[in-house]
């Protein structure tokens, strides 16, 4: 059986022994102190927060969530309002450049060295 050759057995358990050791050796100074150092910081946040890491499912009271969802309706309606206006105010902007897009196109039908500057302001500017 070649897993008890005994001319690679000691091969076999120098590389085991390796592994394991820099698998140890790495897990101890690498990933080890990255995870305490985020469950620290975490334990800060929480209890800076007033939450306790073990009662983070707290009962909230029926009046806060329905301020909260009081005041999320108010927003949106405040929100669709003002899709409202930016709407009636880019139909009025696309009508605006429809009537220049027709000024440029009977300009452009016509010899433009023959009009005056005068005449050019008055016609995009109008």
Not at 46 to 54: D, F, I, K, R, T
Not at 111 to 125: D, G, R
Request: aromatic letters at 12%; proline letters at 2%; glycine letters at 4%.
């Amino acid at each position: 059986m070649p897993q008890f050759d005994t001319f690679s057995f000691f091969s076999q358990l120098f590389w085991v022994f390796s592994g394991f050791t820099t698998l140890y050796i790495l897990l101890s100074f690498y990933l080890l102190p990255a995870l305490a150092a985020i469950l620290k910081v975490r334990k800060r946040k929480l209890a800076m927060s007033g939450v306790s890491s073990e009662g983070l499912t707290s009962v909230v009271s029926s009046s806060v969530l329905t301020d909260a969802t009081n005041s999320l309706v108010g927003d949106i309606n405040v929100k669709m309002a003002s899709l409202d206006s930016t709407k009636s105010q880019s139909s009025s902007i696309a009508s605006t450049l429809n009537v220049l897009s027709l000024k440029i196109e009977t300009l452009r039908q016509f010899n433009l060295s023959v009009l005056s500057q005068t005449q050019l302001t008055t016609l995009f500017f109008r």
